[in-house]
Each structure stands twice: as structure tokens, then as C-alpha cells.
T-cell receptor, first 116, second 108 residues
Framework: EAGVAQSPRYKIIEKRQSVAFWCNPI?????LYWYQQILGQGPKLLIQ????????DSQLPKDRFSAERLKGVDSTLKIQPAKLEDSAVYLC??????????????FGEGSRLTVL | EDQVTQSPEALRLQEGESSSLNCSYT??????LFWYRQDPGKGPEFLFT???AGEEKEKERLKATLTKKESFLHITAPKPEDSATYLC?????????FGAGTTVTVRA
């Protein structure tokens, strides 16, 4: 079974530039998450999708971050304009709907962003 | 506010030297406590789910336990391949809150 695919793996940009990250979840996983993991910290939820609808985006800095999941499959997370504090690993995760209580999220390898 | 705190931040062990990691949580209406393993440059990988105080789960050299306020991950006779960051996460009604993790290094 193919895992969660993310790209690019690494990105270096200057502050105030824009960047986009792509995620393709495991086939059949209608629930998709984007997490931000700053070095030395645990993952912090940015946004959760159920199919192509947003379930929770309460911690997404909406003045600079946006995310979409067209057609309920793959998803894109965009940052524009980037700030130094956005340097982090952006993790995409997916799970089967109705399996929240199992805790079993499947994570991609992440996209590491460095903002200079 | 929901809070998950892990200790210690880092743990260096000799191969075969058993130890425990702590995860204390302040979550209203806990529905589950989860442990993940994260290798450098990788995403977290699911290990265990615990639902109620007194519950235990085991996998190879790892055993997770849960009380009303904390969870422990016991590593018995660790090997170098057990080196990783171990994350715990607490689930309330619908939100998963992660701790910062404990980085375990096992020396041969």
C-alpha cells in the first residue's frame, strides 16, 4: 500500500516569498491533516479536511496560510508571504473516516521549509 | 487549555539499559492517548492507543501504560534501533494535541 506522498521534501526561500506544498493521501482516506512541526516541538494542527470540506482551521494563520483540497483527494498548503518563524517541517497525515479513536494517523515524510 | 508535557526531553541509554518515558496530560474529556515514534527526517509512525486508566499495550521492547493523569512508555533492554523521538498525543472530543517528544539515543 502506497503511503502519504509529499513534495517538495526541502524548500529554501527568502522572507516575503511564497511557497506551496503538495500532499497526496493514502487511497480511500477521506480525512486529511496538515501539521506544522517546529524543531524541538510536537506537531501542531494547521487544518483538517473531511473530503474537500474544512473541519477545523482554527489554528491556521489565515492572513498568510491557505489550503485547499479540490476533488477530495490531494491537497495543497500555501504560505504567502513567508516569515522567518514559518521555518518548520510541514507534515501531511491522513486516516480512514470514523477511525479517529484508533489514533492511527498515517504521516508523510514532511516538507522541510527554511525561510532566510 | 489542553496540554501534553513529555519528560525527559532527551534520554541517552546504553544498550540493554531499560528506562521509562513520561507523558503527562491535562485534557478535558480524554478519549484516547496515543504514542508515536518519529525517526529523523521522517513523519511520526503510530505505535499504540490507550483508552482508559490501567490499560497496557506492548510491542516488542516497548510497553505503554496509562493512568488518570499520565502515560508511560517503558523501553525494556533497548537496542540501537530503538533510537528515535517518541511522541505522545491526547485526544479530546475531536482534537489531537501532541507533546514535544522525548529523543531516545541507545548506544551499543
Amino acid at each position: 500500500e502506497a503511503g502519504v506522498a509529499q513534495s517538495p521534501r526541502y524548500k529554501i526561500i527568502e522572507k516575503r516569498q511564497s511557497v506551496a506544498f503538495w500532499c497526496n493521501p493514502i487511497s480511500g482516506h477521506a480525512t486529511l491533516y496538515w501539521y506544522q512541526q517546529i524543531l524541538g516541538q510536537g506537531p501542531k494542527l494547521l487544518i483538517q479536511f473531511q473530503n474537500n470540506g474544512v473541519v477545523d482551521d482554527s489554528q491556521l494563520p489565515k492572513d498568510r496560510f491557505s489550503a485547499e483540497r479540490l476533488k477530495g483527494v490531494d491537497s495543497t498548503l500555501k504560505i504567502q508571504p513567508a516569515k522567518l518563524e514559518d521555518s518548520a517541517v510541514y507534515l501531511c497525515a491522513s486516516r480512514v473516516p470514523g477511525q479517529l479513536l484508533t489514533g492511527e494517523l498515517f504521516f508523510g515524510e514532511g516538507s522541510r521549509l527554511t525561510v532566510l | 487549555e489542553d496540554q501534553v508535557t513529555q519528560s525527559p526531553e532527551a534520554l541517552r541509554l546504553q544498550e540493554g539499559e531499560s528506562s521509562s518515558l513520561n507523558c503527562s496530560y491535562t485534557v478535558s474529556g480524554l478519549r484516547g492517548l496515543f504514542w508515536y515514534r518519529q525517526d529523523p527526517g521522517k513523519g511520526p509512525e503510530f505505535l499504540f492507543t490507550l483508552y482508559s486508566a490501567g490499560e497496557e499495550k506492548e510491542k516488542e521492547r516497548l510497553k505503554a501504560t496509562l493512568t488518570k493523569k499520565e502515560s508511560f512508555l517503558h523501553i525494556t533492554a533497548p537496542k540501537p534501533e530503538d533510537s528515535a523521538t517518541y511522541l505522545c498525543a491526547a485526544l479530546n472530543d475531536y482534537k489531537l494535541s501532541f507533546g514535544a517528544g522525548t529523543t531516545v539515543t541507545v548506544r551499543a
